[in-house]
């Protein structure tokens, strides 16, 4: 057989390096190349990890058995050995960049799994890479200053769950540099400056604005998807429609092609985001990463208005974060430390020992029967008098759940003047820090209606007091509650925030968290921060108690409450239609928007699906469901490739729950995503 | 420790005083109303007075006492059994605090604070402090032939003090006498006390009706001045919204059967996908059914339906009603003010923290409101017309329901539907029950039944209790509302009057547990009261006792141990306590403290299994707790062993017999 020369470059060498040539006949097999190649280098290293790439084919070569003949390699092919894993600096969905070693020869789909294992995050099939948006010039700089966690080093287990040691995966706990990684990755970033929000939104016209939701499709949709869809109004699509089609490459990343046949380079920088919303088996003990950084990507999708809420879960959304910040600030052991617990035997004997406690000491008991109270002059107003006598001093006395005052603190032994049970009344501020005014608003419910009353007090002091008792009356909760000492402390902070300037609130402190940074833009533009303090002081309020997980989850929770949670937006055009519309993709169903009004024209439900097909020449999608409705798309800026994956991961996802075993059927994933390029 | 003895003997001195002094001023109902349909107790500070107690139904004054008995029994005996070990002859006091009751007087109509059944009590203590000391041991270990004196005193001190405590918080317990409307027009009355939830009370309104007990049963709260109406959740605690009523208030509690109350989960489509055609819609399969309650119900976070449409909502103390787009989220409702946005600009118009909705009725009229269908948010203390509540109407009967089933999701998430599973459960287990119980027959012999209490392990956690009703009755009555013959003590048993007849008590037996393996089904019915001595002081199951029968089989279903008779009505009326059955002591059951060999003997050596079963139901008591080992000591109110109970039943079955020998 003909010996022939097949040259190839050696990337350890350097770019610059002359390729080796070495001589093959056709029928020599893929490892004998790589093997004279190695020995003709005169390179002592560990060869393991390279591979052949074809770089005119755009594959790659890594089946040592196959020969040269099979693979279809003649002279003119140029390869280049090089190894399969390399640097990628990866952005989470903390806002923080990391960098990791991945693979760039395998599957997208494997390499998200590599790198999920590496950082501890369960279910990785939820996750996938996307590019991320071309960076502004004037970001530049900003970017080049950015810390990089190098992770590179950190050996990737190949034990399937990593063993945790000192409440950490072991790999990171080799140095404390990556257990220091490994704290931010598993817990809440504090927030962001408010001017950085706001630096990503100001848009200055409808063109701008139009091309910051371009951006800011970032978080989870690829550029052909256009999130936060519904919240522009139709001009501003169509202009992003013509904006997106003419400038962007696909987003979101091919799962069942590598990397590097997709044009990644080494040191590209690609988002890690979670892709399909259906989070299969969360389970904070194991979660910590995972639960996080889905809290950074939904904390982020509501911060710039990917996802829209009303006014009243912004502030709700407001004060968890509110919440959490704090948390993760004063103490970031929480999470880490919990595994000591993990043991069901501890905690069992932790609870035992309370209960001794409390069994043996019925002192405490007793204590416990003779609740507090607080006492002191207060000020009383009830607008519902027509008369305008105005505040009325008299000797208050807080006790249990509710309020009796007297006319001195003399008379306080006899019969009130009145008793107000607070029991399932409201609670609002009205509030002037400046003007010195602390009044307490109480809508008290009776018979014939809500009666309102104002209380006022002094100064903060006695202020932060009576309304934290208020407070927890109104959720029948007595002063003896152990939330009463926190909520003062609540007060009291939220009292500190109005009194400081917003100009120099910039340079936060630990405890002073500037509220502005809470919340979207839009309402950082339509209230003042003392208007503000309130809001989410008053939503603080219900979630005050909750513990670090809890809150993370109860903030998921309501962010797959809302009505457009977990819809991906693709323009298509359907089969028999003139005019563009879009497609929404949610992990049960499709929905069909009608672009000129923004409703939602028709739903389908997965569950009635028969099959689908792509017809890879036309680029079209046709979908059958039963009662023989049938549904045919182009898409008109994706690539049908991404809905069909987008079709095939959430059936895939579906199948999780009936399956028990937790082995990830990576086959079948393939199988619904792939189409015929993974064949 | 002397502290703590002093302390101990203040608090006890201080109970009597405030127990005593409650014993005075408590009231019987008194009866305001003349008619029998709706008679609504009202509670003044008179003296119990015969004649008022005699306005009452029967039945109503049955369930009062027997609930009272329950009751004090419950705390009570522990109480004492507690005590008298200790040889506290000032807890043997017969004054004892009559426990369960909030201090200040509650009255809400077709309501009444507990009273006191201290008269009747204390006749019926006495005996259980005398003589029988010794046999009450059971509760304690034999401690004094244990070594470290020390230690147990110290424990019998702390034991005390606990059980002071626990008494205390009783006391604190909040009571009413509540009044059901049933479907009939007829009325059942029942204590409730504030820790039992609407659940609890269906299950024991299911005891006393012989329903069908499927998931629509309700109870619902009707405002005849808003009119107003509402089906109340089954976790909600029901002295709850009651306590909001006001004094002079016509509001009723309804027990009645409401179709919508889970639709949602029936019919899940019709809610999520209600913009679908109706074809779609009815043609639904049920694997797609479950797939949506599943999605919405069972995820992370509960969904609640996309509603959205145009409702009229009656402006403030304005006679008209303008229309809205109003749209449902699980943070509220909110509208679109006009010319705004849909997704970025909503209102809220309320939130769900501090109101309940409730079903407007005949509003057309009422209010000029445009169509009758009309819904109303308001917080639940409200009675009155006021600005504070907000009125909406419906453009059908069909978007009411939507928008009235959309707002209780969202208001009770997960509730919602753990409460339908567990109706389903007790729904299920219930007629699974029925078609078994009407197919048995057989009268299985009291030995058998003592033999399977005592060889099932399981005895303890759920009493096979002898569920006479379904058996005896289904045959012979209609099941839902229970006809109850006015002159009938006790409500529950319609069979009472018969029993007197050895048939009937057959009848009865062969819901023993002989028969059915200790099936979670037997546990779930037990529709009637167990019969044997114990329970003839539960027996009145007119009332829910404090802990709750969850409907859970594996959970300790039973009531709360109780050793006394209700007080003895009066003579006129035929025997006072149903209980003919030998067989069961669910009390018994509940601590590993067999108690089935004492019975054994007793029946060998006194009454032929045949002979009518009362008396063998009292007096194998007595022997019962003589002979009974030891069970572990306690203070819970899981406590068994009534402590002087057995005497005093012994006494009576003794005296039932001899009755009934004579005649």
């Known amino acids: 057989m003909a010996v022939w020369d097949l040259s190839v470059t050696l990337e350890d060498l350097g770019a610059e390096a002359p390729p080796i040539t070495v001589s093959v006949t056709s029928d020599l097999h893929i490892g004998g190349v790589i093997l004279k190649l190695v020995e003709k280098s005169q390179v002592r290293r560990d060869w393991s990890d390279h591979a052949l790439w074809w770089e005119q084919k755009q594959q790659w070569l890594l089946r040592p058995s196959w020969t040269l003949e099979k693979c279809g390699i003649h002279a003119d092919a140029r390869l280049i050995f090089m190894p399969q894993h390399k640097a990628l600096k990866l952005g989470l969905p903390n806002g923080l960049t990391i960098r990791v070693r991945a693979c760039f020869s395998g599957s997208v789909f494997r390499t998200v799994l590599g790198i999920c294992k590496m950082l501890n995050i369960r279910r990785p099939e939820e996750l996938s890479l996307l590019r991320p948006v071309e960076e502004k010039k004037k970001k530049k700089d900003k970017d080049l200053s950015e810390e990089v966690y190098d992770l590179t080093d950190v050996p990737l287990t190949s034990v399937s769950r990593p063993c945790l040691y000192n409440g950490m995966p072991a790999h990171f706990a080799d140095s404390p540099k990556t257990e220091k990684v490994y704290k931010m990755l598993s817990v809440p970033q504090p927030a962001p400056a408010p001017e950085a929000i706001a630096k990503l939104y100001r848009p200055a016209s409808i063109v701008d604005k139009a091309h910051i939701h371009s951006r800011c499709t970032h978080t989870h949709t690829h550029t052909h998807t256009i999130s936060t869809f519904t919240s522009l109004c139709s001009c501003l699509l169509s202009f992003l429609l013509t904006h997106i089609t003419l400038a962007t490459p696909l987003r979101w990343l091919d799962s069942s092609r590598s990397l590097m046949q997709q044009g990644v380079q080494e040191n590209d920088r690609l988002w890690l985001r979670f892709k399909y919303y259906c989070f299969h088996d969360m389970e904070p003990k194991y979660d910590a990463v995972r639960l996080t950084q889905l809290y950074e990507q939904a904390r982020w999708a509501i911060l710039l208005e990917d996802i829209d809420c009303t006014e009243e879960e912004m502030m709700l959304f407001g004060g968890l974060q509110y919440h959490i910040n704090k948390l993760s600030l004063s103490e970031p052991q929480a999470m880490t430390s919990t595994p000591a617990m993990d043991d069901l035997d501890s905690a069992l004997q932790c609870l035992e020992v309370k209960l001794d406690v409390g069994g043996s000491s019925p002192q405490d008991l007793l204590d416990n029967l003779t609740a507090p109270e607080l006492n002191d002059y207060l000020k009383i107003f009830r607008p519902k008098r027509l008369t305008l006598k105005g505040y009325k001093q008299y000797w208050f006395k807080f006790k249990d759940d509710s309020i009796s005052y007297y006319k001195s603190k003399e008379e306080s032994l006899g019969e009130p003047i009145q008793q107000i049970n607070l029991k399932g009344c409201e609670v609002a501020p009205d509030v002037n820090v400046a003007g010195q005014k602390f009044c307490i608003r109480l809508l008290i419910p009776a018979p014939e209606g809500m009666n309102e009353v104002y209380l006022r007090c002094e100064n903060e002091e006695q202020y932060s007091r009576w309304m934290a008792a208020c407070r927890l009356a109104s959720k029948g909760k007595s002063l003896a509650d152990t939330s009463f000492q926190s909520e003062i402390q609540s007060i009291r902070s939220f009292l500190a925030m109005q009194q400081t300037n917003p100009s120099t609130n910039s340079s936060q402190t630990d405890d002073n968290i500037n509220t502005h940074s809470l919340v979207s833009p839009r309402y950082s533009k339509k209230y003042k921060t003392k208007q503000l303090a309130p809001k989410i002081l008053d939503a603080y309020q219900n979630v005050a108690q909750l513990s670090l997980t809890d809150a993370l989850l109860r903030f998921l929770q309501i962010w797959q409450a809302l009505p457009d949670f977990g819809l991906s937006f693709v323009v298509v055009r359907f089969k028999g239609s003139r005019k563009d519309e879009v497609l929404g993709i949610a992990p049960n169903r499709l929905i069909r928007i009608d672009l000129g009004v923004g409703d939602v024209v028709k739903t389908w439900r997965y569950n009635n699906m028969r099959q689908w097909n792509v017809n890879w020449d036309i680029r079209q999608v046709a979908i059958e469901f039963d009662g023989n409705v049938n549904i045919a798309f182009c898409c008109v800026t994706a690539d049908c490739k991404i809905v069909h994956e987008f079709i095939g991961g959430y059936i895939f996802m579906s199948t999780r729950s009936r399956e028990q075993s937790d082995t990830l059927n990576e086959e079948l994933f393939h199988k619904l995503t792939g189409g015929h390029e993974a064949l | ?663």
């Open chain 2, 1 to 663: 420790m002397d502290d703590i003895d002093a302390m101990f003997s203040n608090l006890l001195g201080e109970m009597d005083l405030l127990t005593q002094s409650l014993g005075v001023e408590t009231l019987p109902p008194e009866s305001s109303s003349s008619t029998s349909k709706e008679v609504n107790f009202t509670m003044g500070f008179a003296d119990m007075n015969v004649e008022s107690l005699n306005e009452l139904e029967e039945n109503d004054f049955d369930a009062l006492m027997a609930d009272l008995m329950a009751d004090l029994s419950a705390t009570e005996n522990k109480l004492v059994a507690e005590l008298e070990e200790q040889k506290d002859a000032k807890v043997a006091n017969p004054d004892l605090p009559a426990p369960p009751r909030e201090l200040s007087s509650y009255v809400v109509p077709s309501l009444s604070t507990t009273t006191s059944p201290d008269t009747g009590l204390n006749t019926t203590y006495t005996p259980l402090a005398d003589s029988h000391i010794p046999s009450f041991s059971p509760p304690q270990p034999p401690q004094h032939e244990k070594p470290s004196m020390e230690d147990v005193e110290a424990q019998i001190k702390s034991d005390k003090i606990k059980l002071a405590l626990e008494k205390l918080k009783e006391a604190k317990v909040k009571k009413l006498v509540v009044k059901v409307v049933m479907n009939d027009g007829s009325s059942k009355t029942l204590m409730v006390d504030e820790r039992q939830t609407v659940r609890d009370v269906l299950d024991n309104l299911f005891e006393k009706t012989h329903c069908d007990c499927n998931v629509d049963w309700s109870l619902s709260e009707t405002n005849p001045e808003l009119q107003l109406e509402r089906g109340f959740e089954d976790h909600e605690n029901l002295v709850d919204p009651l306590s909001a009523w006001t004094r002079d208030s016509e509001n009723k509690v309804l027990f009645q059967e409401r179709t919508e109350k889970y639709e949602v989960f029936k019919n899940p489509q019709n809610f999520y996908l209600w913009k679908k055609d109706k074809k779609t819609l009815k043609d639904m399969k049920d694997r797609d059914k479950e797939l949506l309650v599943e999605e919405n119900f069972c995820g992370p976070s509960i969904i609640v339906p996309d509603l959205e449409g145009v409702l009229y909502l009656r402006e403030d103390n304005k006679k008209s009603w303008k229309p809205r787009l109003f749209l449902l989220r699980a943070s509220g409702i909110y509208y679109v003010p006009k010319g705004k946005s849909k997704t970025r600009d909503l209102v809220c118009f309320v939130q769900f923290d501090n109101v309940n909705v409730y079903y407007g009725k005949e509003y057309k009229n009422k209010y000029k409101a445009p169509t009758d269908f009309c819904f109303v948010l308001k917080h639940p203390q409200i009675q009155k017309e006021s600005q504070y509540i907000k009125y909406l109407c419906c453009d059908d009967s069909w978007m009411m329901t939507l928008w009235v089933t959309g707002i209780r999701i969202a208001k009770y998430g997960k509730s919602l539907y753990e409460n339908y599973k567990t109706s389903m459960a007790k729904a299920q287990l219930t007629s699974a029950w029925n078609n078994r119980s009407t197919t048995t027959t057989s009268t299985p012999s009291t030995s058998s039944t003592i033999t399977n209490a005592k060889a099932s392990g399981k005895a303890n956690g759920y009493a096979p209790q002898p569920p006479e009703e379904p058996v005896a009755n289904i045959g012979i009555e209609p099941p839902p509302p229970p006809p109850l013959p006015p002159a009938q003590i006790l409500p529950p048993h319609p069979t009472v009057k018969r029993s007197p007849s050895p048939n009937a008590t057959t009848k009865k037996l062969p819901s023993l547990p002989t028969k059915y393996p200790p099936s979670q089904a037997t546990i779930f019915n037990l529709p009637a009261p167990p019969l044997s001595q114990d329970d003839s002081s539960e027996s009145p199951p007119d009332f829910l006792p404090p802990p709750p029968p969850l409907p859970d089989p594996g959970f300790l279903s039973l009531p709360p141990p109780v050793s006394f008779l209700p007080p003895p009505p009066d003579s006129d009326f035929p025997l006072p306590p149903p209980p003919p059955d030998p067989a069961f002591c669910p009390v018994t059951n509940r601590v590993p403290k067999p108690a089935p060999p004492p019975r054994q003997l007793y029946m060998g050596a006194d009454v032929p299994a045949p002979p009518p079963p009362p008396p063998p139901s009292f007096t194998p008591t007595s022997s019962v707790i003589k002979t009974a080992p030891l069970p572990p000591k306690r203070t819970t109110p899981m406590q068994a062993a009534p402590p002087g109970g057995g005497d005093f039943m012994s006494e009576l079955a003794r005296a039932m017999a001899k009755k009934r020998a004579n005649q």
